[in-house]
């Protein structure tokens, strides 16, 4: 139940639509000061959240920062974390490797310089209606294509969110090794709530933020005043992390 509360919540913290919302409620309400004040606030609602300086100053705040791990370091498992990776296009049958790719070229990098020794995948499907597209299977499947050790790699397709995945991980661990320490793969703005659930499992986590979203902060013109429509979907991105931490938190899971 909570995961499907949670899907059909995502739908009402999304910054455009409530700028939406504001624009119809100014073509319905007869009221012409209504009517104003609505329009001002939709128009500065719009352009507050795609001011790409103040979107990145917001992001900066959650981001978790770098880990930069020794080479060879020799920790037993990498923990993959699945989320917009990869899907399977129905019409060829070929995999699309979409924004979340980062997170996997970075965990094969860390297996080919030795700091992680094995890979876990966890992520079954997050999605209300296609709950048969398994992330971490087409990864998996990849990767055996690909001619990458299978004793070198454990998955799990069950999970539906950042709880599930640290509870299966946890299961695969407890069933696969003694070591309670991991290193945990995923973007560095779901980073501080991940972390906290695999922590909350009584693991050892080390972080390592992959897909981040800003860099050096920038003072050049175009960033300050011109606005972006990849702001507006970053700031979905990060209200849509601040709320799942507060509600993980109230929940217990982190």
């Known amino acids: 139940m909570f995961f499907y509360i ?40 719009l352009l507050f959240f795609t001011n790409p300086f103040i979107g990145d100053e917001a992001i900066r705040c959650w981001e978790r920062p770098d880990n930069f791990l020794p080479d060879s370091a020799g920790y037993e498992y990498g923990v993959l974390l699945g989320g917009d990776i990869v899907t399977l296009e129905n019409s060829t049958g070929k995999l699309i ?10 965990t094969l990098d860390l297996y080919n310089k030795g700091t992680v020794e094995k890979i876990i995948i966890s992520g079954g499907s997050g999605h209300l209606i296609y709950s048969d597209r398994i992330e971490s299977l087409y990864l998996s499947k990849f990767l055996l294509q690909l001619g990458f050790p299978s004793n070198d790699m454990l998955f799990e397709g069950n999970s539906r969110n950042t709880y599930e995945n640290a509870v299966y991980t946890h299961k695969l661990l407890t069933d696969n090794s003694s070591n309670d320490t991991i290193v945990l793969i995923t973007s560095a703005l779901h980073m501080k709530r991940a972390a906290k659930c695999f922590s909350n499992q009584g693991l050892y986590v080390v972080e390592y933020p992959t897909s981040r979203i800003v860099g050096k902060r920038l003072y050049n013109l175009d960033h300050l005043l011109i606005p972006s429509i990849m702001t507006l979907k970053n700031w979905d991105l990060l209200i849509h992390e601040v709320i799942g931490y507060w509600v993980y938190k109230l929940q217990g899971y982190c």
């Open 6 to 45: 949670s899907k059909i919540l995502g739908y009402f913290i999304n910054p455009l639509a409530w700028i939406i919302i504001l624009f119809f409620l100014v073509l319905i309400i007869k009221s012409q000061v209504a009517k104003k004040r609505l329009g001002i606030a939709g128009f500065a609602l």
């Open 97 to 106: 490797f979409r924004s979340g790719a980062d997170r996997f070229m970075q």
